[in-house]
């Protein structure tokens, strides 16, 4: 597998107080891990934020930092917390906090299992020391270079969702939003900030729904602190704006349309004031 993550600073002169964050682009699964791995490999694909990298990639080009894991989410969940594991998962855990889907994931969104069985406690060690924790030290890093910087920081927060809801989630086959803004009921940032995730949408003539189904993971929650002038925006797009769900293709057209409106973002926020 090649490098966990990527960090791509500004390559124009003009930077900004954005930093990109991209965590479940990736499907890299190192050997160690692949051991324990029971999931179907077309699982590993349907449930990575497929694409979204490339979505942003411009984002150095707007003046903003993009921090992209190469790492599947089944290796370990970057934006989930230490403690979200149980005993099913791994051995000896005592949190319950989510039971399938925590820091390692057990089943599938389709119902699958990821794991045979609970990973010994000295694996899921393993990934926090060589994923999980260097990953956590650049982001935290990449935010309080911006902030010292700046005043404030900015986190955009990049993921995708299936357009259609699936069981895992709560919302079987209801149709999603095409962007949810997650912010943890408005808490992780300031109102002019998601506003402008809002209005930058609602231009496009895309839906937009707050929250729903997804109102921020670890990352909005653990670095959203408007009152440290630390602002995170988790934001969601339904895969159908730009890949055909079911081959995992990019849609010729809207895809670049798509990534011309995830650079514009950038570029917007990158101007906005908290």
Same mark, same amino acid.
């Given at each position: 597998?090649?490098?966990?993550?990527?960090?791509?600073?500004?390559?124009?002169?003009?930077?900004?107080?954005?930093?990109?964050?991209?965590?479940?682009?990736?499907?890299?699964?190192?050997?160690?891990?692949?051991?324990?791995?029971?999931?179907?490999?077309?699982?590993?694909?349907?449930?990575?934020?497929?694409?979204?990298?490339?979505?942003?990639?411009?984002?150095?080009?707007?003046?903003?930092?993009?921090?992209?894991?190469?790492?599947?989410?089944?290796?370990? %969940?970057?934006?989930?917390?230490?403690?979200?594991?149980?005993?099913?998962?791994?051995?000896?855990?005592?949190?319950?906090?989510?039971?399938?889907?925590?820091?390692?994931?057990?089943?599938?969104? %389709?119902?699958?299992?990821?794991?045979?069985?609970?990973?010994?406690? *000295?694996?899921?060690?393993?990934?926090?020391?060589?994923?999980?924790?260097?990953?956590?030290?650049?982001?935290?890093?990449?935010?309080?270079?911006?902030? *010292?910087?700046?005043?404030?920081?900015?986190?955009?927060?990049?993921?995708?969702?299936?357009?259609?809801?699936?069981?895992?989630?709560?919302?079987?086959?209801?149709?999603?939003?095409?962007?949810?803004?997650?912010?943890?009921?408005?808490?992780?940032?300031?109102?002019?900030?998601?506003?402008?995730? %809002?209005?930058?949408?609602?231009?496009?003539?895309?839906?937009?729904?707050?929250?729903?189904?997804?109102?921020?993971?670890?990352?909005?929650?653990?670095?959203?602190?408007?009152?440290?002038?630390?602002?995170?925006?988790?934001?969601?797009?339904?895969?159908?704006?730009?890949?055909?769900?079911?081959?995992?293709?990019?849609?010729?057209?809207?895809?670049?349309?798509?990534?011309?409106?995830?650079?514009?973002?950038?570029?917007?926020?990158?101007?906005?004031?908290?």
């Amino acid at each position: 597998m090649r490098e966990l993550f990527s960090l791509i600073e500004p390559t124009i002169a003009l930077e900004t107080p954005i930093v990109v964050e991209v965590p479940h682009a990736g499907l890299g699964v190192d050997a160690q891990a692949l051991a324990f791995l029971a999931a179907p490999a077309r699982a590993i694909g349907r449930d990575a934020d497929l694409y979204v990298d490339e979505l942003y990639a411009d984002a150095p080009a707007r003046g903003a930092t993009l921090l992209v894991s190469h790492l599947s989410r089944y290796v370990v %969940d970057l934006n989930r917390s230490e403690q979200d594991i149980d005993a099913d998962t791994v051995e000896g855990a005592t949190g319950h906090a989510r039971a399938t889907r925590g820091i390692v994931w057990r089943l599938t969104s %389709d119902g699958s299992k990821v794991l045979d069985g609970p990973l010994p406690r *000295t694996e899921l060690d393993r990934r926090l020391d060589a994923y999980y924790r260097p990953y956590h030290r650049t982001l935290a890093a990449a935010l309080e270079r911006k902030r *010292t910087k700046f005043g404030f920081v900015i986190l955009l927060a990049a993921h995708s969702m299936p357009s259609l809801g699936r069981a895992a989630h709560g919302d079987p086959h209801h149709p999603r939003a095409d962007v949810v803004p997650g912010t943890r009921g408005r808490s992780s940032a300031a109102a002019s900030i998601i506003d402008a995730v %809002d209005d930058h949408a609602r231009g496009a003539r895309m839906s937009v729904a707050h929250d729903d189904p997804y109102q921020g993971g670890y990352t909005t929650q653990h670095y959203g602190r408007p009152e440290r002038h630390i602002h995170v925006v988790q934001v969601e797009l339904a895969r159908r704006l730009y890949m055909e769900e079911g081959q995992l293709t990019r849609i010729a057209g809207a895809f670049e349309r798509t990534r011309t409106w995830c650079g514009d973002l950038v570029a917007r926020l990158g101007s906005t004031k908290p």
